[in-house]
Each structure stands twice: as structure tokens, then as C-alpha cells.
């Protein structure tokens, strides 16, 4: 079958257009008419972390959070041994994290399960926001990986081969979430920018009117992939209506868009914690003002082996990749030193530095205010956590999370847990769940839940 070629070209033109209009919508009236929704914000770090000195969990990184112990909570003896069943290719790193935020032990991308953000950010309450969750990571890793890298790179997922967009160049995201604010404030919604969603809305129309108009003309498969088209459409036009009724917003200082980094590599690590730093900053800005209400943000990806961390101060010898430092137990491994003492201060160096970064999210969220008076910390649940135990053994047990805030009063703060034996990490993942709404009795290879953090 012969289709007009014309017709074609048009819907495809939209069909590639409409993504970056929905990115760059300005968040004049962003903030649907919904109930307030309590925040999200997750933050990974590779690689584990020094762990012969007996602490579970080890002291020497949560004493770099001690300014936030009123607010901090830690979860440890969890284990993730859906790991076991990832088809492993010689990369443990994959094995580890696959399934951490998924609880399905996917090695390829068609059988990937729904990661815990995106069923959070599926909640009603969650649709008023600009985008309903972010996934960030601060450095996106090319080259030859045994799995695919996409599983690699992208910690949020809707599903089989549904990777969510991820963000690691601060400017892009920057636009993503505020458009074309720049220097600026998000506030009510003016004439102009009425008339403008109002002519998006018929674009819209226009658009699935004359997309519907093929159906009958499509085979089965054709019809198939028309209809997942079709659906992406009607979501966007709800969207857009939800700006067009929802209620003025508080006005919201965003500030200005930062410079465009290009694609990370070993060579850039220099501008890595200025890079590091607008992510985070953006996100704070980004919860503050609702322009999205859950996020999930990698440091770097599982190994992490990009990033050389020169600009550590003290770091002792030749350094190399953050995954060379991590395995500090064998020597002359990947460029790291023969001394096992030089290689494990440098290892802790790295995972100081990188929770101290951690400390400073927690920091800007405490002391970013919000018109109702409360901090943006007050309304946010920030859970942070790696995928693996130890550095250089990829373990897989004596996990621990460590959780700040209190996600609106959902959560406690101040307690620390420990199970002697271990439990599945997946019971922690379902107890967040189920305290933002979402209606689950198991997750992954969950046994119950974590209730001694619940309020």
C-alpha cells in the first residue's frame, strides 16, 4: 500500500517536533490544579565503598553527612540477589545494578522491567508538574560494554525496551524543565503564552484527526506501532489541557541557563564536579518550583571507569578510573597503584568526596524555602545508595540506603536500622513505594516491608 507522501512527511514532521515542544514548555502553568505530592529524589553512586574496616555501614562516609543526622535515617543489611540471575558477560557492575531499581533481572533491554520512580511518578498527583520524573546521569558512558549500554547509562524505565530520556548536560536539562526562562522568573500564565498552548492544542487535534484517517488503510503491525504513536499524542494533548486549567502558580526564580557541556569522557573529568554540581543545583531548583517531583540521579554509571578524579586534593600517585581505585585490594589493577594502602586512601578519598557532594543536595534542599514556608527538604524523601558492597568484590550483600527528609511527614528521621541477616533490598524500594501511594503488596523478590522508617 501506497501511502501520500505529503501526509506523511507532515505527521512525521510533528512526530519529531513534539517531544522538544513538551521539553521546552516554560512553567508558567506548570502546576496543575493536583494535590501536593511529596518529592523524590534518588541518588546513585558506583562502585561501592571501603569496607574492611568493620563498619556496616561504613562510618567514614556517613560522618560526611553528621550536619543532617536529625534528618537521616540508615537501612542496612539488605541484600540484592536478583543479581544472581542476570546473565553476568564478565561485567558485575551490570549484574549489580540491572536490577537494583527495577527488581527484574533483565541482561537485555526487551524484558527490562518499570523502575520504582516511574511508578511513583504514574500517580495522579504527579501529573501538574512540567515532567512527572528526571532521570540524570552526570556522566553518560560511551564505548564497548558487554551489555547494552543503554541498560547501562538509563536508570529509569517504563518498561521493555522504554528507556526514559537521561540528562547530562546541565544546559538541556535546564531547558527540559523551564524552557526558555532564562535570568527570570515562572509564574502566571499570560495572554500570550494562552494563546500559545491553545494553538498547540489544535495542532494536536489536527494531527491525530489526520493520523486516524490511515488506520483503515494499515496492516496489523503497521496498526500496532500507529496506535503506540497515537497514544504518546493523546498524552501530550492532556498535557497540555492540564496547563491550560490548572491554577496560577506561585512565581518561581529559575535564574539563568548554565553553558552546554559537551558528551563526558576521560579527558573532560576536569569540569566533572562543575558539571556534578549544576545537575544537582537544577533538580533543587526544579523540586522547589514543582516543575517535576521525582528524580533519579547517577553520579556515573555502574563502574564509573570514565572518570579520573584529579581534582581530588591529596589523591597519591597515578590516578585512574574511578573503577581502577575501587578494586583497592589488587594491585597495579587498571592503572592503580602496587601499594594496597596508597590504593585504599585514594578509594576513600573518592567515595568522601562523592558523599560530601551528596551533602550538599541535602544542604540546598534544606535550605531552599518554599512559599507555604517550609524548606523543599520538608517535602522530599532523598534516598541515596550504591548497587554493590565492597569495591573490588562487587558484593552484592550488606547493602545499606541511607534516606534524608521525611517525603511530607511519610517517613521518620533518625533511625538506624541494621539486619544481621540480610534482608532484600527490594523490601526498602516497596516500603517507598507504598508510602507515596502506590498500590503494591510485593516488588522484585520482596519478603515485606521496612516499616520501622514509616510513620
Known amino acids: 500500500m501506497k501511502l501520500d507522501r505529503r501526509m506523511f512527511l507532515r505527521g512525521a514532521g510533528v512526530a519529531l517536533a513534539l517531544p522538544m515542544l513538551d521539553a521546552m514548555l516554560p512553567l508558567r502553568s506548570a502546576r496543575a490544579a493536583t494535590a501536593k505530592a511529596p518529592k523524590l529524589l534518588y541518588i546513585f553512586f558506583p562502585n561501592g565503598y571501603v569496607t574492611d574496616d568493620g563498619a556496616k555501614p561504613p562510618t567514614y562516609m556517613l560522618d560526611r553527612l553528621k550536619a543532617h543526622n536529625a534528618n537521616l535515617s540508615v537501612v542496612s543489611g539488605l541484600e540484592n540477589v536478583l543479581r544472581l540471575q542476570v546473565d553476568a558477560r564478565g561485567n558485575a557492575h551490570a549484574c549489580n545494578f540491572i536490577p537494583f531499581l527495577s527488581g527484574v533481572s533483565a541482561s537485555e533491554a526487551n524484558v527490562m522491567g518499570r523502575t520504582f520512580d516511574r511508578e511513583i511518578a504514574a500517580l ?4 501538574g508538574s512540567v515532567l512527572d520524573s528526571v532521570s540524570v546521569n552526570a556522566f553518560y558512558q560511551t564505548g564497548s560494554f558487554s551489555h547494552d549500554p543503554v541498560l547501562l547509562n538509563h536508570p529509569s524505565w517504563d518498561g521493555p525496551n ?34 500559545r498552548l491553545k494553538r498547540k492544542r489544535l495542532l494536536l487535534d489536527g494531527v491525530m484527526s489526520e493520523i486516524k484517517s490511515l488506520d483503515a488503510r494499515l496492516g496489523k503491525s503497521d496498526r500496532v506501532r500507529l496506535d503506540e504513536y497515537l497514544t504518546s499524542i493523546a498524552e501530550l494533548d492532556k498535557r497540555t489541557q492540564a496547563q491550560l486549567d490548572s491554577s496560577p502558580m506561585t512565581t518561581c526564580s529559575v535564574g539563568s541557563a548554565p553553558k552546554s557541556f559537551p558528551q563526558p569522557t576521560a579527558s573532560q573529568s576536569d569540569t566533572y564536579p562543575e558539571r556534578l554540581g549544576l545537575l544537582q543545583d537544577i ?8 516543575a517535576t517531583r521525582v528524580c533519579t540521579f547517577l553520579h556515573a554509571p ?3 571507569a570514565g572518570i579520573r578524579h584529579t581534582f581530588i586534593n591529596g589523591m597519591e600517585g597515578s590516578v585512574t578510573g574511578w573503577h581502577g581505585h575501587s578494586h583497592y585490594t589488587t594491585p597495579n589493577y587498571q592503572g592503580n597503584s602496587s601499594d594496597l594502602e596508597v590504593n585504599k586512601r585514594n578509594f576513600r578519598r573518592i567515595t568522601s568526596w562523592h558523599f560530601d557532594r551528596i551533602a550538599d543536595a541535602i544542604t540546598k534542599l534544606a535550605s531552599t524555602k518554599q512559599a507555604n514556608g517550609k524548606s523543599v527538604l520538608d ?10 558492597h565492597g569495591g573490588g568484590n562487587h558484593g ?13 511527614g511519610l517517613f521518620k528521621s533518625g533511625v538506624k536500622l541494621h539486619h544481621d ?27 515485606g516491608t521496612v516499616n520501622a522508617i514509616r510513620v
Open 283 to 290: 533538580i533543587v531548583t526544579a523540586f522547589q518550583c514543582d
Open 302 to 304: 555502574p563502574g564509573g
Open 379 to 388: 517535602e522530599t524523601l532523598v534516598v541515596f545508595g550504591s548497587c554493590q
Open 124 to 127: 495522579p498527583q504527579h501529573r
Open 421 to 447: 541477616k540480610n534482608v532484600p533490598l527490594c523490601n526498602a524500594w516497596l516500603t517507598v513505594l507504598q508510602a507515596f501511594g502506590v498500590n503494591k503488596s510485593s516488588w522484585g523478590n520482596s519478603s
Open 162 to 195: 522504554k528507556p526514559r530520556p537521561v540528562y547530562h548536560n546541565p544546559r538541556d536539562l535546564f531547558v527540559a524543565l523551564f524552557g526558555g526562562v532564562t535570568g527570570g522568573t515562572l509564574g502566571q500564565t499570560n495572554a500570550a503564552e494562552i494563546e
Open 396 to 408: 552484592y550483600r550488606d547493602l545499606f540506603l541511607g534516606l534524608a527528609g521525611q517525603g511530607d
